[in-house]
């Protein structure tokens, strides 16, 4: 960042000097005031919960134009980047900075294929959870527990534990999404398959099974493949900056991942594709599509606390680029498999015809988010809703990733520490005590 030819000067009206603070611009986007030595200077903290107007460090990785309804991954736009390469070739672009040649592709194509496996006593960890254990609590136990199988690389400070880590995680979290739904319907585990893509492996580790060979269909790795990009990196995003706090500690990678999982369950965040699967099947068990506009009266009046699931978003202000994409990919996988007359795609395409039409949603801008249709999507592939949130952390895992080594790369980097506006209870003594 550089600074700007500008500085902010804040003055108090109770006479208290004022002070001037610097303000720098990146490269895009919104210049920053730097407020570090604020505290220092006037005894005073500034107040921002929610994060809504503090930009909370520096990145080169992901940039978002709310207003505009753009997301460049280390510049370039999403909607090229969904239909150039695939899903490994973005995880290579958001931790090295560039796209991979020929070359570089080949090689971290088989990086990665060379540590799909989990050790064995993993599947132990299981056993401990009921069949009917929520994936995402499963997820939570199983990364964090990865942890414990490799000691070889759990000093973050190091660059190569860190590249180490990063090529485990990216590569183990498909093995174990797949785990945590085979032993939820009481199927063996299947071992993936290296000869095949990195998204086919997924499907087959997910749908195998041991008595039979199983085919990939190209139509739905594609799809799944974009699912993944599209998921990959948001900025600082409620669970990127889970992760960078829990790693600004120094703890390793596989603990702060494992952080950004539970952070993503929340149907505020990546919970919201398997909360808005459910909401569209209520809708559908009041009358479907004829119901859509009782259903909107019941979101517009706040007393119901009925939120309208896979729309808004903290940033985007007009249409996420995201979800443009996922209703193509929508389309997509429903006419691969001949459902283009699916009832729950339909009725979604109502819903958000309705809200785009409806004064409530578009004077607070609120649009459809990468939620909206990407439960329709996966679950036309076979992936149960309360897998969804499980197949957005295994596609979120290298932004994860890449925003940690990032931050720990950066020399001026603390451990994360915000301070607070106390409103309790002052001094007082527990009766009878001097
Ligand atoms: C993700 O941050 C990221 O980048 C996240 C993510 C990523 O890739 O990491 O993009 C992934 O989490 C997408 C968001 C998925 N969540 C949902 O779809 C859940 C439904 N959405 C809302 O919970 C909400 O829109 C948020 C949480 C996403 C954003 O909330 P904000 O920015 O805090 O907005 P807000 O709550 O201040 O809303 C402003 C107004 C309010 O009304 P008023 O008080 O002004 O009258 O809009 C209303 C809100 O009540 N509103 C909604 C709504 N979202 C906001 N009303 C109905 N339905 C909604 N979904």
């Not at 930009?55 to 753009?70: L, N, R, Y």
């Not at 150039?84 to 958001?94: E, F, S, V």
């Not at 590249?163 to 979290?173: D, H, N, P, V």
């Not at 429903?334 to 039409?357: C, H, R, S, T, Y």
Request: charged fraction near 20%; hydrophobic fraction near 40%; charge should be neutral.
């Amino acid at each position: 960042m550089k600074l700007a030819d500008n500085k902010a000067t804040l003055s108090f009206s109770n006479g208290s000097p004022s002070i001037e603070m610097p303000v720098y611009s990146g490269s895009i986007g919104p210049d920053v005031i730097d407020i570090r030595k604020l505290y220092g200077q006037t005894g005073m903290f500034t107040y921002d919960p929610g994060f809504l107007s503090t930009a909370s460090c520096q990145s080169a990785i992901t940039f978002i134009d709310g207003d505009k309804g753009e997301l460049l991954y280390r510049g370039y736009p999403i909607e090229q980047l969904a239909n150039h390469g695939d899903y490994l070739d973005t995880c290579y672009l958001l931790l090295k900075g560039d796209l991979p040649d020929a070359k570089q592709s080949t090689d971290f194509h088989k990086l990665v294929n060379n540590h799909t496996m989990v050790n064995e006593q993993m599947q132990f960890f299981l056993r401990g959870f009921r069949r009917d254990a929520h994936p995402m609590a499963v997820m939570t136990g199983l990364v964090g527990a990865l942890s414990a199988f490799y000691h070889d690389s759990t000093d973050i400070t190091n660059p190569e534990h860190r590249e180490i880590s990063a090529i485990r995680l990216i590569a183990k979290l498909p093995t174990l999404v797949a785990m945590s739904y085979k032993y939820g319907i009481g199927q063996p585990f299947m071992y993936p398959q290296n000869s095949l893509s990195y998204s086919g492996n997924f499907l087959r580790m997910m749908f195998g099974v041991p008595c039979e060979d199983y085919v990939v269909n190209p139509v739905l790795e594609r799809a799944l493949d974009r699912i993944f990009i599209l998921h990959a990196d948001h900025e600082q995003n409620a669970s990127t900056s889970t992760v960078r706090l829990c790693g600004s500690s120094g703890t390793n990678p596989f603990a702060a991942v494992a952080a950004g999982v539970a952070c993503l369950w929340g149907p505020a965040h990546g919970g919201a594709n398997e909360a808005c699967l459910k909401m569209l099947d209520d809708i559908q068990r009041m009358g479907g599509i004829s119901k859509v506009g009782e259903f909107m009266e019941q979101v517009k009046d706040k007393n119901s606390g009925v939120k309208l699931m896979g729309f808004g978003h903290r940033v985007y202000k007009n249409y996420d680029p995201r979800a443009k994409l996922m209703q193509e990919t929508c389309n997509e996988v429903l006419a691969e498999l001949g459902l283009e007359n699916d009832p729950m795609f339909k009725l979604a395409k109502q819903v958000e015809k309705i809200a785009l039409e409806d004064d409530y949603f578009v004077s607070r801008k609120l649009y459809p988010n990468v939620d909206f249709y990407s439960g329709i999507v996966q679950r036309a592939i076979g992936i149960p809703v309360n897998l969804f949130t499980g197949v957005f952390a295994l596609a979120r895992t290298v932004g994860w990733i890449a925003q940690l080594n990032e931050m720990i790369g950066d020399p001026e980097y603390k451990i994360g520490r915000p301070r607070q506006m106390f409103t309790g209870s002052p001094r007082r003594n527990v009766p009878g005590a001097k």
